[in-house]
């Protein structure tokens, strides 16, 4: 995998990527000023992206802010389609929400965050949006830290050089000896539980999901609101059936070998 160094890295493209990442709940419409602050980039050259990302339909203004178009779905909807996720993974989270109730999803390590590639849920409750598509701090998220847990040495030490953890609630552990800790027994028991880390009133337990060769690339977990069972009951009552998912889930990911290889983790570059 080549650097920001390498001549064959594409700046422009970089920074028309960036562009687009930079919208959210929060910021949904941007004018340029707004987009260059949130990115770091000149106002200039945010210009140039986002009239650029305006002339392929990805971007629309209202008057003189910017949003996303509806064709940027297209992004995510190729690789929905390209690799079968709903086909390989869904039959295993429905039988988990079946069981359980509440919520059912996996996740793949993306830089210092979870990236959810699949969910569902049978919960109703107000509480941050698990869905396709989000991303999450890995330090306080269940399956941010059975990823976390799997990274040999060399990337878990650039994972805590660029992470820098924040209290998302009054529990969330933010101490990096604290979450090494955490990590080395999580990487031992084979499992994690977080209670109240990301936001109030969750509750969850992940595992890990290998490949044929034993290697950790994903992560697949249950969640549920914390004052109705504590993590020993969360533990006691639904690790055997998310181990037994977690396994079905290799099997099913061993056939389909391109979604498989597009889960396996990339490595940290040479700094």
């Known amino acids: 995998m080549i650097d920001s160094s390498s001549p064959e890295f594409v700046e422009a493209l970089a920074r028309g990527l960036s562009v687009l990442e930079a919208f959210d709940a929060a910021n949904p419409e941007m004018t340029f000023a707004e987009i260059s602050r949130k990115v770091g980039l000149s106002i200039a050259t945010v210009r140039r992206s986002v009239l650029t990302l305006e002339a392929l339909g990805f971007v629309k203004r209202h008057n003189k802010h910017f949003l996303l178009a509806p064709r940027v779905l297209i992004l995510g909807s190729a690789y929905l389609r390209a690799f079968n996720i709903e086909e390989a993974v869904s039959p295993e989270l429905h039988r988990i929400t079946s069981l359980f109730g509440d919520a059912a999803n996996l996740a793949v390590l993306d830089g210092t965050n979870v990236l959810y590639i699949a969910h569902h849920s049978e919960s109703r409750g107000v509480r941050r949006n698990a869905r396709l598509g989000a991303t999450y701090p890995a330090y306080a998220t269940s399956m941010g830290r059975v990823l976390l847990a799997s990274l040999p040495e060399m990337e878990a030490d650039h994972f805590f050089q660029h992470c820098n953890p924040i209290a998302l609630t009054d529990y969330t552990v933010t101490d990096k000896s604290k979450l090494r800790q955490i990590l080395s027994e999580v990487r031992c028991q084979g499992y994690s539980v977080t209670v109240d880390q990301l936001d109030y009133g969750i509750t969850a337990l992940a595992v890990p999901v290998k490949d044929m060769t034993g290697r950790i690339i994903c992560a697949l977990n249950s969640s549920g609101y914390t004052p109705r069972l504590t993590a020993d009951e969360l533990v ?36």
């Open 236 to 271: 006691e009552q639904r690790l055997p059936e998310l181990r037994v998912s977690a396994n079905r889930v290799s099997e099913l990911l061993a056939r389909f070998p391109a979604l498989l290889h597009s889960l396996v983790p990339s490595p940290v570059p040479a700094q």
